[in-house]
């Protein structure tokens, strides 16, 4: 058994051009800077990029928006990026836009082999066009299909060589649910450590779903909006 | 006089009742947590994966790894909890949150709110919105009475893309509060010098005024 | 909030004849076993009891069953019990079986407010019978319901007064489930803490789920089947 | 000479692969984690909830809270994780588990497995065995050659009521080994000084015997 690889390139060195790809965070809380990174630098096209938000001009996926790499997105909230804007306006860029717990719920569904789940959020909106619609206890659901993906890139705080993670604070977010969704998961870790080093009863995601981790590097961890109170 | 943001935040925390747990979405919700009653324990859900949301960190100490769902730095507090985005939308979906206070661009008299797309406008997105009203099971909208061209924002059938049907339970705006019932609007409070002239003219859904209404403390 | 109970007798003080309820535990692993001396001392009947096991003939739930508490089990494997055995063949106990997996996804579908998903298990079984079957991506699922319960009964290793609670080891099994999918949930806990005390990231069942909580005493935590090798 | 538990367990055995992560049932097939081959790591999988699963604990150290899908006292490993039920059945259903070996009581030519119910006897359910029959990817089968009254197993269609339909990949009998295929099953190994006759003789559904049938190396 051998997940570890040496790095942010080794680890997308397969993913081909019109690949889809789940993208971990929240915001750019939690975000695989490094493979975020390393596909820039390999240039993969016509990406599909399921992940909630879509980052910012300079920063996160918006560094993939920039080198026009992404065909489309599927997020819940796409709101902080010029590029991304123009894109989309000019129809260069596809966008599918998706409640958030929806997301979530479709990533986990794959995750446990769920083919569909029922969900109340869309139901009499436009989002719920083309879906079916089923009442259960008086309510309106739409069946929401599990998300069928290539590769889910995660990113976490610490994990170990068998590929167990564990995520820090709100930068689990999708991470956990991503990671147990792909065919193929990635992680990439703050701290890589020995099996052993992780109590077993606080691992978020088990090393069973997770095929390649490495030591990241060079965090920038940026954040998006910096609020304080004075001391 | 219509009420400002603060004093309308003051009166939905009138709502709060002790052991609570609650979402405050973006903007006036979110000002709800600084007028938490004496001796009411709420707990804060953010929707991107804790509950027990604390204030803003001092300066120099703020954590990327900590937002809430409006992306701000922010702290824990005793009793906090971290979890994935699925179980956080799962404990709204299952009617573990019991309130939920949010904005909208409208409401219309069978509680159907639109507040996250305006056609031929950059669409951002509805983020957790729609998970939100579809699910939780106590909605009260936080809103101005009229958009910036003096238009109703409580109408009878909303005229923007819906986010949720039905889900509106109740609405505090600047100008009153009102129960969204089986027969529409009922105003149950207006504000301080606000009379029930100006809020008949405002509203442009269907109306009641409640035989015992009077009016906002704040 | 005040979520904090005396003991066991208070935590199912208003629990009815003829309640629903879920019990925590594999085997009598992780069971829950001081609301189940409190439900034998009050004596409630006409139980209906969904949990994966029935215990042993003098404890975990076989001691409700021995006191014919029990109209009806719903469980996975209810092996290891000879007044089981009797009461159902001679009709007095009602009993439905369900698949492992599908017991442990109809909970965590309740908690998670999905009313209804499908599952692989029990397709061309006689489990499937009355059941909607239905074809995703070539293979063929039952569509299976949530659990409807009145109370979730679940042992936990550590909680804190805001209901925060952390399962041990293998002892974890249905109890974060079920502890999702109460009406009204009680846990029953080794070591009562104050708020604070549990790290947020490592916490399996947030407060939120738990309404009633309370240290137990007294834990007996039977082995059922002993297996050790010579050092 | 038909094979003894421990020949049928040391063949299945050499079916793992290093890496692979892997459920035993009970009985047989939790007898293949003693013939792991040297340099083949796998992670054992119990469906209570743990990956990882080590030896059991020495005398003194064994702990209520740390048993298997058997309700056996057990140990971690380095790298051992402890999950809840339905993630456990979930990654299961996710196709994440390699291989899954179990016992039966019937198997038909179709892949159909029984292995859960007797009709008049006391029914003690099925456990997870309808879960794992039905998700796991790969299944293999581990049983004796014919029941005790010396009727076949290996049946043109169950008898008895089904645990899961068409999943049984490959069957390892103490008479040899088998795929189940779209034609049958496929006698592909047989054990040594089991004739091809005394196989055919009893195995009551479709049997074919590969071209390349060769004796089992155990």
Redesign the interface.
């Known amino acids: 058994?051998?997940k570890v690889v040496a790095n942010a390139e080794e680890a997308v060195r397969d993913i081909q051009d019109g690949a889809v790809l789940m993208l971990g965070g929240?915001?750019?809380?939690?975000i695989p800077e490094n493979c975020i990174a390393a596909l820039v630098k390999k240039g993969t096209k016509n990406l599909t990029c399921i992940s909630?938000n879509a980052g910012v001009d300079d920063f996160g996926i918006g560094l993939l928006l920039q080198t026009k790499q992404v065909k489309k997105m599927i997020?819940?909230?796409?709101?902080e990026n010029a590029e991304f804007?123009r894109q989309?306006?000019s129809g260069e860029l596809e966008v599918e836009?998706i409640?958030?717990?929806?997301?979530?719920?479709r990533?986990?569904a794959?995750?446990?082999?769920?083919?569909?789940?029922?969900?109340?959020?869309?139901?009499?909106?436009?989002?719920a066009e083309g879906k079916e619609v089923r009442e259960?206890?008086g309510?309106n659901?739409l069946m929401e299909m599990a998300f069928d993906s290539d590769y889910a890139i995660v990113k976490a705080?610490k994990g170990?060589?068998?590929g167990?993670l564990?995520?820090?604070?709100?930068?689990?977010?999708?991470?956990?649910?991503m990671a147990?969704a792909g065919k193929i998961t990635i992680a990439e870790v703050e701290e890589l450590v020995?099996?052993?080093e992780l109590d077993?009863?606080?691992?978020?995601t088990?090393?069973?779903?997770v095929h390649r981790i490495f030591q990241g590097k060079d965090y920038e961890?940026?954040?998006?909006?910096?609020?304080?109170?004075?001391? | 006089m219509p009420l400002n943001k603060e004093q309308i935040a003051k009166r939905i925390a009138q709502e709060l009742q002790d052991g609570y747990y609650v979402n405050l979405g973006i903007g006036i919700p979110t000002l709800v947590a600084n007028y938490i009653p004496q001796g009411v324990n709420v707990v804060l859900q953010?929707?991107?994966?804790?509950l027990g949301m604390g204030?803003?960190?001092?300066?120099?100490?703020?954590?990327?790894?900590?937002?809430?769902a409006?992306?701000?730095?922010?702290t824990?507090l005793p009793g906090s909890v971290?979890?994935?985005?699925?179980m956080?939308?799962?404990m709204?979906?299952a009617g573990k949150v019991d309130l939920t206070v949010l904005g909208a661009m409208e409401v219309s008299e069978s509680g159907?709110i639109a507040n996250w797309k305006i056609p031929n406008k950059?669409?951002?997105?509805?983020?957790?919105?729609?998970?939100l009203v579809?699910?939780a099971k106590n909605i009260i909208v936080a809103m101005q009475h009229t958009n910036p061209k003096g238009e109703s924002k409580l109408l009878p059938k909303c005229s923007l893309?819906?986010?949720?049907?039905?889900c509106v339970k109740k609405i505090v705006s600047d100008l009153g509060v009102f129960d969204v019932t089986a027969d529409g609007f009922v105003c149950i409070e207006h504000a301080p010098g606000v009379t029930i002239d100006e809020i008949k003219a405002k509203t442009a859904g269907k109306l009641t005024i409640a035989p015992n209404v009077k009016e906002m403390a704040v």
Chains 1, 3 share one sequence.
């Open positions: 058994m051998n929240f915001g750019l809380c939690g909630n997020s819940s909230y796409v709101g804007e989309l306006l836009l409640p958030q717990g929806t997301l979530a719920t990533c986990m794959a995750g446990y082999g769920m083919p569909a789940v029922y969900l109340l959020a869309g139901y009499g909106t436009e989002v259960f206890n309510k659901y705080w170990d060589k068998m167990n564990i995520f820090k604070d709100t930068a689990r977010n999708f991470n956990p649910l147990m020995e099996p052993g077993p009863m606080y691992i978020h088990p090393g069973i779903y961890k940026r954040i998006e909006q910096r609020t304080v109170r004075k001391k | 953010s929707e991107n994966g804790l204030p803003f960190p001092f300066e120099g100490e703020e954590d990327a790894d900590l937002i809430n409006g992306k701000q730095t922010i824990t971290f979890f994935d985005s699925a956080s939308f799962g709204i979906r159907d950059m669409v951002k997105g509805m983020g957790g919105a729609m998970d579809a699910a893309p819906l986010t949720g049907v039905g």
